[in-house]
Nanobody, 131 residues
Framework: QVHLEESGGGLAQAGGSLRLSCAAS????????????MGWFRQAPGEERRIVAS????????FYADSVKGRFTISRDNAKNTIYLQMNSLKPEDTAVYYC????????????????????WGQGTQVTVSS
């Protein structure tokens, strides 16, 4: 069983920055998580959960939703079993609960872009951007 814990959420002003972290632990997480794609999703009140960014197991390929392209950067440190989401130029519409997730396909060569492609999810961290 893989446990994911997000951190780094909080309140930011429009134009500001936040950095989210997601640490994986539990079981054989070292050999498990490092071989799988991971991603960040977000869910705003009254909306469905949507992909924000994802990254392959090697970190060589990334995907971004159009709404965050050029502002957010996803990265991973497999030595620390952690992925990050650097969020710059924040906008009020970025306000949401952000979730990290571990993909279901071992060593996928492409980033995974939809919720059903992910097996394990964190509890989420709230990001609020004020105007």
């Amino acid at each position: 069983q893989v446990h994911l814990e997000e951190s780094g959420g909080g309140l930011a002003q429009a134009g500001g920055s936040l950095r989210l972290s997601c640490a994986a632990s539990g079981g054989n997480f070292g050999s498990y998580v490092n071989n799988y794609a991971m991603g960040w999703f977000r869910q705003a009140p009254g909306e469905e959960r949507r992909i924000v960014a994802s990254i392959t197991w090697s970190g060589s390929v990334t995907f971004y939703a159009d709404s965050v392209k050029g502002r957010f950067t996803i990265s991973r440190d497999n030595a620390k079993n952690t992925i990050y989401l650097q969020m710059n130029s924040l906008k009020p519409e970025d306000t949401a609960v952000y979730y990290c997730a571990v993909g279901s396909q071992k060593r996928s060569r492409q980033p995974l872009k939809s919720g059903p492609e992910y097996d394990y999810w964190g509890q989420g961290t709230q990001v609020t951007v004020s105007s």
